[in-house]
């Protein structure tokens, strides 16, 4: 299983449609993982755990301790996916833990810089950070949020962020909040908005290999279908939370299997396994759903 790993509850951006922000169990704040705890559950669940684990926050990076954990993963044959926003990075330490990296995520909502700003905010060194990560050749995926405001530049979006990562990840907006979903949601865009932006991301669905998933995204803008697959949160990816508990998805609070902070791992991923059992099949095709990425 691969650990989702929420370092801390801080970020240095103000994304609006950011899970933190919709959902009535999280909140932003100053608070961060027990480096200590989170080491010892590696170590002691490392057969159950894949190669690869996932870091994201708030922002990871602005946990001080971040790049010497990345660089004592490989120790344990372990890599490190990051999610970061990319605005505050120490390029030296960077270069320094890249044995510890696997793969970088980042967003990047459009090619704009100032249109980008506006839907993440703060996000003004992200394309300076970027680049550099290019030089230093390492692997980069790049996900865009589909929103009203960026929706009719889906492909000059696609065309011009390409050359910055191996991947391009499209996906459209999901809040819980009616108000913020209705001002940024394209779902009650007119059919016919909706289906010019499908062409428009064509060609990336069949270059970037997401031809099912640009499939389920026709389903579902233009006829309201969700598509029904097996989540794999709580199977093949779980979370840990930045407080140490653990559950299969940020949006199931209610089944958290344990904390690291005081439970025996093998109690934790046990209980990991019979919590999967409980969880109905996905409904958040949206940007919410991590799977995805």
């Not at 704009?112 to 050749?137: A, C, D, W, Y």
């Not at 930045?242 to 949006?251: E, K, L, N, Q, V």
Request: aromatic share 10%; charged share 30%.
């Amino acid at each position: 299983m691969i650990p989702f790993i929420v370092m801390t509850n801080q970020c240095n951006s103000g994304c609006f449609y950011c899970f933190y922000n919709d959902e009535e169990e999280l909140s932003f704040g100053k608070e961060a993982i027990n480096k200590k705890s989170l080491k010892r559950f590696l170590v002691k669940a490392r057969e159950d755990l894949s190669d690869e684990i996932i870091l994201t926050g708030g922002e990871p990076f602005l946990v001080p301790w971040s790049y010497d954990f990345i660089k004592w993963l490989p120790e344990n044959n372990m890599k490190a996916s990051i999610i970061t926003n990319l605005i505050n990075i120490n390029k030296e330490k960077m270069i320094d833990a890249k044995k510890g990296i696997k793969k970088i995520i980042t967003s990047i909502d459009h090619h704009n810089p100032k249109v980008n700003n506006i839907l993440r905010k703060g996000s003004g060194r992200t394309r300076e950070n970027l680049e550099f990560m290019v030089e230093q050749g390492f692997d980069i995926q790049i996900n865009v949020v589909i929103t009203k405001i960026n929706y009719k530049d889906v492909r000059a979006i696609y065309t011009n962020l390409k050359p910055y990562a191996n991947k391009i990840f499209f996906q459209p907006v999901g809040l819980d909040n009616p108000e913020l979903q209705k001002k940024y949601g394209i779902e009650d865009l007119p059919r016919e908005e909706l289906e010019k932006m499908l062409i428009k991301l064509a060609p990336w669905a069949k270059q970037e290999n997401y031809n099912l998933h640009y499939m389920r995204m026709n389903s579902y803008l233009l006829e309201g279908e969700k598509p029904f697959a097996p989540c794999q949160m709580g199977k093949e990816i779980f979370v840990i939370d930045y407080d140490g508990s653990i559950a299969p998805c940020f949006r199931r609070h209610d089944l958290k299997a344990g904390n690291i902070h005081k439970d025996e791992p093998e109690i934790i991923m046990k209980n990991l396994r019979d919590n999967y059992e409980k969880l109905d099949s996905p409904s958040c095709f949206t940007s919410k759903c991590f799977p995805l990425y």
